[in-house]
């Protein structure tokens, strides 16, 4: 069974950084794309981030280009979101998520096809 853990969370002030961790166990870390999503109270889930099982690929969504960035270490079967200039807008729930990695395309911002989730890690940032 694959699972994962996320961790890293917590409380920042407005143009702090956190940066968040999650540990994929129970199958082979590298055949997986990972993404990052969120969800903010009252929302949907939105898309934040993706990588390649080799990290050569990431996507990001407009309203955390330049400011996220994701990163893996297959060797320690970890995914990373790096986040920077951390605003208020960006308190949410954070997912890490695996989804098998096929053919790279623009599919891997939908929530839909990542087949494994995390249990979410809650970030607030304080104005």
């Known amino acids: 069974q694959v699972r994962l853990v996320e961790s890293g969370g917590g409380l920042v002030q407005a143009g702090g950084s956190l940066r968040l961790s999650c540990v994929v166990s129970g199958d082979t870390f590298s055949t997986y794309v990972m993404g990052w999503f969120r969800q903010a109270p009252g929302k949907e889930r939105e898309f934040v981030a993706t990588i390649r099982w080799s990290g050569s690929r990431t996507y990001f969504a407009d309203s955390v280009k330049g400011r996220f960035t994701i990163s893996r270490d297959n060797a320690k079967n970890t995914v990373y979101l790096q986040m920077n200039s951390l605003a208020p807008e960006d308190t949410a729930i954070y997912y890490c998520?695996?989804?098998?990695?096929?053919?790279?395309?623009?599919?891997?911002?939908?929530?839909?096809?990542?087949?494994?989730w995390g249990q979410g890690s809650q970030v607030t940032v304080s104005s």
């Open positions: 998520a695996a989804a098998v990695d096929t053919r790279w395309s623009a599919s891997y911002t939908s929530a839909a096809v990542y087949n494994y």
